[in-house]
C-alpha cells in the first residue's frame, strides 16, 4: 500500500500543500513559543551569572547578617582563594552635562569574582579614584583622568528637618564594559576598598547580603563548603551553595512567570492545532469521497478494509511528519532572525547567540502535527471503508447517516444551552463573596461546554445564514452571484466544516478584544479616580527657568507650584509619617480632578491609605499635635495629605521641597508630553547643586497601563491570528477541491457562455460567502464570550454591570474586513486553475 498512498499523494500534491501549510503554521507557532521562553530563561541565568562572576561558592543572607568578621573568617579557611563582598553602595555622579545613579563596588579580589570588564585605563586603587561604565562616561561627558562630582543624600530621622547633600570630587581612573546591578537595575562602577568602607560606614551599614568565594586549584569544593557554612552558622536566612546553583536560583526568581506565560501561549496554540485539525478532517474527507470510486475498485480486486483504512492514515502520517518538520524549521528560524535583531539593536543584554534548542523544542511540536493530523483523518480513513465496494460507487455524502445527521444538531443545541447556563450562573456566584475561582472555573467549563456544541450545532446554523446572505446576493442579479449563492448551500456538511475552523479563530480573537476593550474602559475610569494629577515635577527649590521651560511644553494646558514637607500623621486607625502639599482651594482644581469644589480653608484633604472616610486627622509630633477634620480625596499621591495656607501656617511648616503640578491638555499625548517635560528638566538643572526633579504622575501611569495592556492583547490577537490564518487556508482548499468536483459543471456552464471572468468571479463571491459566514458567527460568540468573561474577571472588582458591554469596533471592522479580502485572495488559486481547463477537455470521461 506504501506505492499506493505514494501515488495517491503525488497526484494530489498541490490539495495537500494547503493542509501542509496549515500544519507548519501550527508546529511552528509552538517551536516559536518554546524558542522564545528558553532564549529568556537563558538571558536571565547569563545576567544572574555576570552578577556574582564564576565563584565556587556562594554565601548569601537575607536578612544582611554577614559582618567584615565573617570574611575574614572566611579568608582564613584552608582551600578559599579569594572572598569578595558585594558592598553594593549607591551613590550619584554628577557633572555639568547630567546626573546619574549608579552601583559600587570594589575592584574583584580574583579575576574570577568580578563582575565587569575593564576596556580602558585601570581599576580604582586609591582613595578618589572611580571606574565608570563606558556609556555613563559618554553620557556624562567625561574621560580619563577628568574629575567628576559624587554625590550622598543623608536623610534624618526627623521628618521635617531637609536631607543632606554631601559632594566629594573623584577621578575617573577606568572604562568598564556595560553592565547593571543585577537586581537593582542600575549601572555598575568600581571605587576603591577604603573609600567604600568609609561610605558604608557614613550610610550607618556595616553588614552584608552576600559574599563570594573561589577556591585553591585541586581543592574540594563540598569540603570547603562544609567548612564555611560551619564558619558563618548558617541559619535560615543565611545560606552556602554553589555559584551555579546560586545564580539558577536567581534567574529563576526573574523567570517563574516565564512558565505561566509558556503555558499559557502553547494555550493559543493548541487552539491553532485545533483550527488546523478542523482543516485537515475537512480536506481528507472530500479528498477520500474524490477518490470513491479508486478505492472501491482496490477492494474489489481484492484490497482489505484494514489496507485502504491504513492507506489513507499512512498519507496523513506522512503529511504530519513532513508539514510538521518544516513548521519546526520556521519556528527556530524566526527565533534566530528576532536574536540577531536584539545583538544588532540592543546592547548588555547577554542573550544567547543561537537559539536554544532542547529536546522538547523538537519532540513536543512534532508530535503535535503528528498526532493531530492522523487524528484528524482517522474519520475520513472510516469513511473510506463504511460501504460495501459497489455502493462505494456513490459520494460519501450520499452514506451518511441520517440518524447521525439528526443528533448531532440537537445534542449541540443541549450543549449550547448548557454551557451558557452555567456561564449565567457563574456569573451569579461570582457576586458572592469568598467564590470567586469556584465561579472562574465553572464559567471556563461552561465556555467550553458551549464551544462545542456551537461545533456541533454549526450544521443547522451555517447553512441557513449561507442561505440566508446567498439570497441577498444572488437579488443583486448576474450568474456569478446566482451560481456562487447556490453552491455555498449545495453541500452543507463541507460548508459547516470549512466556517467551523474560521468561527473559532475569530470568536478567539473577538473575545480577547471585548474583553480587552472592556478592561481598558474599566482601568481608565479607574486611573482617572486614582491619579487625578495628570503630571507632577518635584524637586528641591524648583527654580522659574525650569517651571516656564515647562509651561512651555506643548500640550501643558495649567500648571500649579506646591509647597510640600514632611509631618507626622496619625488617624482613627494609625500613626505614620505622610507628604504635605499646602495649596490655594481657588486654582487646584486646575491641575487636581477630583479636589472638591468647595473646600473648607481649615480642612485637609487625604488620600485613601490615611482615612478611609471623612474623619478627624492629627498633624504634628505623635501625641502633641494639632487635630483636623479631614476629607478623603481620590486621586491625591499615596500617604500625603493637602492643606491650605491657613493650616500650613498654624503647623509652622518649612521647607525647600516644591512640587509643580501640571495638567495636559484633552487632545496630547501623556508620553510625548512627559519626555518633553523631562527634557525641559534635565536641560534647565544640568550643572547645579540640587538633585535632579522627579517627573510622575497619572497620566504617565496611565499611558504606562494601557500600553502595557494594548501590548498584551496585540500580541494575544496575533497569536490567535495564526488560527484564523489557518482557517482561511482551509477556505481556499475547500474552494480548490470544490473546482475539482465541479470540473464537468463548470465546463458545461461556460460551453453554454459563462466567460472565465465570471468563473472567477463566483468562486470569488463563494469564498466571501464561507468567510463571511464564519466571521459573522464568530464574532457573535467572540462578543458574547468577551462580554460575558470581562464581567467574570472584573465585576466582582470593580462593579462592573451587565450594560458595560464595549464593542471593539475597530476588531470587528478588521475581522470582517480581512474576511472578505481573504476570501476573495482564496479563490484566487482555484479559480486560476478552472480557467486553465479547457471546456471540451473538462467534459471529457474521466
Excluded at 502595557?708 to 496575533?718: E, F, R
Excluded at 466582582?796 to 479580502?821: C, Q, R
Aim: charge should be negative; charged fraction near 15%; glycine fraction near 10%.
Amino acid at each position: 500500500m506504501w506505492r499506493l498512498t505514494w501515488a495517491q499523494m503525488r497526484r494530489n500534491v498541490g490539495k495537500l500543500i494547503a493542509v501542509g501549510i496549515a500544519i507548519a503554521l501550527g508546529t511552528g507557532f509552538i517551536t516559536a513559543t518554546f524558542v522564545t521562553t528558553n532564549a529568556v530563561e537563558d538571558t536571565a541565568l547569563a545576567a544572574a551569572r555576570s552578577s556574582v562572576g564564576d565563584p565556587d561558592l556562594v554565601v548569601s543572607s537575607s536578612a544582611y547578617a554577614l559582618e567584615d568578621s565573617d570574611r575574614d573568617a572566611l579568608a582564613a579557611i584552608d582551600g578559599v582563594a579569594a572572598v569578595q563582598v558585594a558592598a553594593n553602595v549607591f551613590r550619584e555622579i554628577a557633572t555639568p552635562q547630567g546626573q546619574e545613579v549608579l552601583v559600587l563596588n570594589a575592584p574583584a579580589t580574583d579575576p574570577r569574582l568580578g563582575t565587569t570588564t575593564l576596556l580602558e585605563g585601570r581599576e580604582p586603587e586609591a582613595a578618589g579614584e572611580i571606574a565608570l561604565p563606558t556609556s555613563t562616561a559618554d553620557r556624562l561627558g567625561v574621560a580619563l583622568g577628568d574629575s567628576v562630582d559624587l554625590v550622598s543624600t543623608v536623610y534624618s530621622d526627623d521628618a521635617s528637618a531637609e536631607p543632606t547633600r554631601t559632594v566629594e570630587q573623584v577621578t575617573l581612573v577606568g572604562l568598564l564594559s556595560d553592565g547593571t546591578g543585577f537586581g537593582f537595575g542600575l549601572p555598575s562602577a568600581l571605587a576603591a576598598p577604603a573609600d567604600l568602607e568609609g561610605w558604608r560606614a557614613d550610610d550607618g551599614n556595616s553588614t552584608y547580603s552576600l559574599l563570594t568565594l573561589t577556591t585553591d586549584d585541586g581543592a574540594d569544593v563540598a569540603a570547603v563548603g562544609d567548612a564555611v557554612t560551619a564558619a558563618v552558622a548558617s541559619t535560615d536566612s543565611t545560606t552556602v551553595i554553589t555559584g551555579e546553583q546560586y545564580a539558577r536560583d536567581v534567574a529563576a526568581s526573574f523567570t517563574d512567570g516565564i512558565q505561566i506565560f509558556r503555558a499559557l501561549i502553547l494555550a493559543f496554540a493548541a487552539v491553532a492545532m485545533a483550527v488546523a485539525g478542523i482543516v485537515i478532517a475537512n480536506t481528507f474527507t472530500v479528498l477520500v469521497a474524490q477518490r470513491t470510486r479508486t478505492l472501491a475498485l482496490l477492494r474489489c480486486v481484492g484490497a482489505t478494509k484494514t489496507q485502504i483504512r491504513r492507506s489513507v492514515r499512512l498519507e496523513a502520517l506522512v503529511l504530519g511528519v513532513v508539514a510538521s518538520v518544516a513548521g519546526i524549521l520556521i519556528g527556530l528560524g524566526l527565533g534566530q532572525l528576532a536574536l540577531s535583531i536584539i545583538h544588532a539593536r540592543v546592547e548588555g543584554v547577554p542573550a544567547p547567540t543561537t537559539v536554544p534548542v532542547d529536546l522538547a523544542t523538537i519532540l513536543v511540536p512534532l508530535l503535535s502535527g503528528v498526532v493531530v493530523t492522523v487524528v484528524a483523518a482517522g474519520g475520513a480513513a472510516r469513511l473510506a471503508t463504511s460501504v460495501a465496494p459497489l455502493a462505494a460507487m456513490r459520494p460519501v455524502d450520499a452514506v451518511v447517516s441520517e440518524r447521525s445527521r439528526r443528533l448531532r444538531p440537537i445534542l449541540g443545541w443541549i450543549l449550547t444551552g448548557g454551557g451558557l447556563a452555567l456561564m449565567v450562573g457563574a456569573l451569579v456566584m461570582s457576586r458572592v463573596e469568598g467564590t470567586f475561582e469556584v465561579a472562574l472555573a465553572v464559567g471556563v467549563l461552561g465556555g467550553l461546554i458551549s464551544i462545542v456544541g456551537v461545533v456541533m450545532a454549526a450544521i443547522t446554523i451555517v447553512p441557513a445564514l449561507a442561505g440566508l446572505l446567498g439570497r441577498g446576493v444572488a437579488r443583486l442579479g448576474g450568474a456569478p452571484l446566482t451560481l456562487a449563492a447556490t453552491n455555498s448551500v449545495r453541500n452543507p456538511r463541507r460548508t459547516t466544516s470549512t466556517a467551523t475552523a474560521l468561527i473559532v479563530g475569530v470568536a478567539l480573537v473577538t473575545m480577547m478584544s471585548t474583553g480587552a476593550a472592556m478592561a481598558r474602559e474599566q482601568l481608565e475610569s479607574e486611573l482617572d479616580a486614582q491619579f487625578a494629577i495628570d503630571v507632577a515635577v518635584g524637586g528641591e527649590n524648583l527654580s522659574p527657568a525650569t517651571i516656564d521651560a515647562i509651561t512651555a511644553v506643548d500640550g501643558v494646558q495649567d500648571t500649579v507650584l506646591l509647597r510640600t514637607a514632611q509631618i507626622d500623621v496619625e488617624t482613627a486607625s494609625f500613626a505614620t509619617t505622610a507628604t504635605v502639599y499646602v495649596a490655594d482651594p481657588a486654582t487646584i482644581g486646575s491641575v487636581l480632578a477630583t479636589a472638591p469644589a468647595d473646600w473648607d480653608p481649615s480642612t485637609v484633604l487625604a488620600d485613601g491609605y490615611l482615612i478611609s472616610q471623612d474623619g478627624p486627622v492629627t498633624l504634628g509630633t505623635v501625641g502633641e499635635g494639632e487635630e483636623f477634620d479631614g476629607v478623603l480625596v481620590e486621586g491625591l499621591p499615596d500617604y500625603s495629605i493637602m492643606v491650605t495656607e491657613q493650616v500650613a501656617d498654624e503647623l509652622e511648616l518649612v521647607g525647600s521641597q516644591e512640587s509643580l503640578w501640571i495638567a495636559l491638555a484633552d487632545d496630547a499625548d501623556p508620553v510625548d508630553a512627559a519626555d518633553a517635560i523631562r527634557d525641559a528638566v534635565s536641560d534647565t538643572t544640568a550643572g547645579t547643586d540640587a538633585a535632579a526633579p522627579q517627573v510622575g504622575g497619572g497620566a504617565i501611569e496611565k499611558a504606562g497601563f494601557t500600553q502595557v495592556l494594548d501590548t498584551l492583547l496585540a500580541v494575544v490577537v496575533g497569536l490567535l491570528g495564526v488560527a484564523v490564518v489557518i482557517a482561511l487556508i482551509g477556505v481556499a482548499n475547500t474552494l480548490s477541491l470544490s473546482v475539482v468536483e465541479r470540473r464537468r459543471e463548470n465546463a458545461l456552464l461556460r460551453a453554454l457562455g459563462l466567460t472565465r471572468r465570471q468563473l472567477r468571479a463566483t468562486l470569488a463571491v463563494e469564498g466571501v460567502l464561507l468567510a463571511a459566514v464564519g466571521a459573522i458567527v464568530g464574532l457573535v460568540l467572540g462578543l458574547v464570550y468577551g462580554w460575558i468573561g470581562g464581567l467574570l474577571l472584573l465585576g466582582p472588582t470593580t462593579g462592573m454591570t451587565v450594560g458595560s458591554l464595549s464593542v471593539p469596533w475597530n476588531a470587528v471592522l478588521a475581522v470582517l474586513a480581512v474576511a472578505v479580502a481573504a476570501g476573495v485572495l482564496a479563490s484566487v488559486l482555484p479559480a486560476r486553475g478552472a480557467v486553465r481547463v479547457p471546456p471540451v477537455a473538462a467534459l471529457a470521461a474521466e
